[in-house]
């Protein structure tokens, strides 16, 4: 059997932008600089390498988002409803058959994330089927880094509509593997999110090496 069942082709990521970044003090969070790239211009940038197709989900300053090259999504409603909205609204869109999500506020995410993702994913389509298979690192699961399958929508829209907005709670509902990105060579940091402006200067000054902080984005932020 083919080594790559699923090619970067059969890949939509979304870069998630639409929260209302309370704990930044309500800026835009994905217009932040991070190195002198905006976070979620840098994460476009970072998740186009790995996959096929690149859209974003923001709410705010639709126009710079669109200056980015890819498509851009608004939540279905005002409410500012979470990760959850911005997963509906990508996978609804989504035109591949799998379905990557990466945050806007983690701009050291991995550079093979997708890939070791699919490499699992794959794996459920010979041995028993997956539906999700997400990210963890140092004991904390990271569900707004997972690969998913488009034909999640119809549940992930009835979750919604019967007014629940957790994350946990709708991967609960489906075979969900986790993979660990714990090997010698990643970056500790690698999932780390920013949810102030202290921690952003803080996560851009700290180096690759040198061990995990407390006082970043740990456990992983659900704003």
């Known amino acids: 059997m083919d080594s790559a069942i699923i090619k970067p082709s059969d890949i939509t990521a979304i870069v998630l932008a639409g929260g209302r970044g309370s704990r930044m003090g309500g800026v835009d969070k994905g ?36 200056t980015f090259g890819c498509n851009v999504y608004p939540d279905d409603d005002s409410e500012f409803a979470g990760p959850l909205s911005g997963f509906a609204v990508g996978l609804a869109n989504c035109k591949t058959p799998y379905f990557l999500t990466v945050p806007c506020d983690s701009p050291r995410f991995p550079m093979d994330l997708a890939h070791r993702l699919a490499s699992h994913m794959e794996q459920g ?20 880094f997972c690969l998913l399958k488009r034909e999640l929508l119809p549940s992930l829209q009835s979750f919604m509509q019967s007014g629940h907005r957790k994350i946990d709670a ?14 010698p060579a990643d970056d500790p940091l690698a999932f780390a999110n920013a949810n102030t402006l202290e921690e952003l200067n803080a996560l851009e000054s700290h180096p690759r090496e040198g061990g995990d902080p407390p006082h970043f984005g740990f456990p992983p932020s659900r704003e």
């Open 31 to 66: 217009l932040q600089l991070f190195n002198g790239t905006p976070l979620a211009l840098q994460a476009v940038q970072r998740v186009a390498l790995q996959v096929g197709t690149v859209i974003v989900n923001a709410n705010r300053n639709l126009n710079t988002y669109q």
């Open 125 to 144: 389509l010979q041995q028993g089927d997956f539906d999700i298979v997400m990210a963890a690192q140092g004991g904390w699961t990271q569900p707004v």
């Open 170 to 183: 709708w991967t609960a509902r489906h075979k969900t593997v986790i993979v660990n990105f714990d090997e």
